[in-house]
């Protein structure tokens, strides 16, 4: 079994929809949980970064951690076409520096 | 700011010919690099991270090496490369957490 869990999609939705991604984790020290976006052929871009669990929110994105599930999500509102990209989830141990644990990403399509 | 450097962005090798992958971070000191290796349809593979200047860790034992010759500079290099070493390569910087550059997509034919 993977340290991380993510479900490769691809996931197909409208544009204005909200976006549901996520992953599962089975290591309990996690503390520190990311998610990027990875356009075609491009470097992962950091999209939201958060500490240990609860929400946090930046303009549409929502990034959610529940520790006790080992569960985090990353909700999309009003979903636009260019949101179309690989979402990759990545967590670190609070003593593990910056040696990040990547989901394998789901890809999202948004439809015009 | 701070800004991460990696090129060339793409190349295409002959199996056996040597690589050289260059990446340079400015705007940040004595941070953290890393190598990572994503081939089609699978995750991010860390291949290289550094702490330090001539301070370099391995992660995967392969036909590859790193260098780090300035505090930001990150190098990447074979010697003879294989089919296998195909991939998109992605330099990174770290803190608190990673950020990447724009990636090389080498191609060994």
């Known amino acids: 079994q993977k340290e991380v869990e993510q479900d490769p999609g691809p996931l197909s939705v409208p544009e204005g929809a909200i976006v549901s991604l996520n992953c599962t984790y089975s290591n309990s020290a996690f503390q520190y949980f990311m998610w990027y976006r990875q356009y075609s052929r491009k470097g992962p871009e950091l999209l939201m970064y958060?500490?240990?669990?609860g929400n946090k929110e930046d303009g549409r994105f929502t990034a959610q951690v529940d520790k006790s599930s080992k569960y985090i999500s990353l909700f999309i509102r009003d979903s636009q076409p260019s949101d179309s990209a690989t979402y990759l989830c990545a967590m670190s141990a609070a003593n593990a520096g910056n040696m990040l644990t990547f989901g394998g990403g789901t890809r999202l399509m948004v439809k015009p | 700011s701070q800004t991460i450097h990696q090129w060339p962005a793409t190349l295409v090798q002959p199996v056996g010919s040597p690589l050289s992958l260059e990446c340079t971070v400015e705007g940040t000191s004595n941070p953290n690099l890393y190598w990572y290796r994503q081939a089609a349809g699978r995750g991010l593979q860390l291949l290289f991270y550094s702490v330090g200047i001539g301070q370099i860790s391995s992660e995967v034992p392969q036909n590859l090496s790193a260098s780090r010759p300035q505090d930001r500079q990150f190098i990447l290099s074979s010697k003879k490369l294989l089919l296998s070493d195909s991939g998109f390569y992605l330099c990174a910087w770290g803190r608190n957490t990673i950020y990447f550059g724009e990636g090389s997509w080498l191609t060994v034919v």
């Open positions: 958060t500490y240990s669990s």
